[in-house]
């Protein structure tokens, strides 16, 4: 029998506990432990999934023995702090998007993890979901032509609560660091870095971005149209347009969902997958699977796109002039100041 690949979650919110669940699933796979601020919370947890061992601060969980990787699910803005914890002692690490707050706070991530010899992965689960993977394989396939434009949304209505992490600037709260990143990471992945960046925010009550609209423009006339909001609910649909016909990923895009093959003068073809996991288990799988076979990156997301995304990430802040106070640095030849204006280096 197969040696147990034992996880340990460090943030034990919401998605933590679809990860646990996903982990279920997979063979071999256990969650040996499990961190959290809050004893309770810790506790409870470790009881709902049966957890061997439980911690009451971060710091806890690097000492327990026997643990292969950990799941970073904490507010984005406590990231770097854990990730560069983790790898200093040598334990791979998968951290939630988005992986840092900025391009600066990733590539101290990325170094540490170089020094150390220890895996590391952006946990951006859509990578990995086969919805995603056969859309690639239909556009790189030709199938649609010459791809001139990718539409792309992903917006809900979160109920208004200025301390929680979504309407929370202190905790990177705002549209487009919490699901605008979705849509920015298939322009990266399908189109390449754009050459041209346009980008527009409107912020609420608690001074984050509420919603946040991008064109990026790229060689030979191609184009994305993309759009994110917390305060609206959207299609949350992604289309991508060729010379001969449009693929579409059904909402909600981002997660498991299904495709629609729409070629001139053809009937429109759905193409659905088989699920039997909320989406998680891909990218856990994938880091498995790495750590195993002693990598220390993945080649479907390796760490030189997600630095590359998180520099995107900054160059669609500085152009909309979304600013976090204790993150914030020049980028993109702009400084940010605490009126959202922009002056020059």
Known sequence: ????????????????????????????????????RSMERAKKFATDFTVAHHFDSYEGILSCPGLDAVYIATPHTSHCEIALMCLKKGIPVLCEKPFAMNASELKSMIEMATQ????????????????LNKALNIIRSGALGTLNLLEADFGFKAPFDPDRRLFNPNLGGGALMDVGIYPVFLSLLVLGYPKTIKALATFGKTNVDETCGMMFGYENQKMAILHASITTNTTTKACFHGSKGRLRINSRWHEPTSLTLMLDGEEPKDIFFEFDCLGYRYEAEELMRCVQKGKKESQFLPLGFSLKLMELMDAVRAEAGIFYTNHDYPVGGKVLDKDKKFSWN
Not at 10 to 19: T, V
Not at 122 to 131: C, D, K, M, N, Y
């Open 1 to 36: 029998m197969a040696k147990s690949f034992n996880w340990g979650i460090i943030g034990l919110g919401h998605i933590a506990k679809k990860f646990a669940e996903d982990l279920k699933v997979i063979e071999n796979a256990k969650l040996h432990a499990v961190a959290s």
């Open 116 to 131: 150390t010899n220890t895996f590391l992965m952006e946990g951006l689960w859509t990578r990995f979901l086969p919805s």
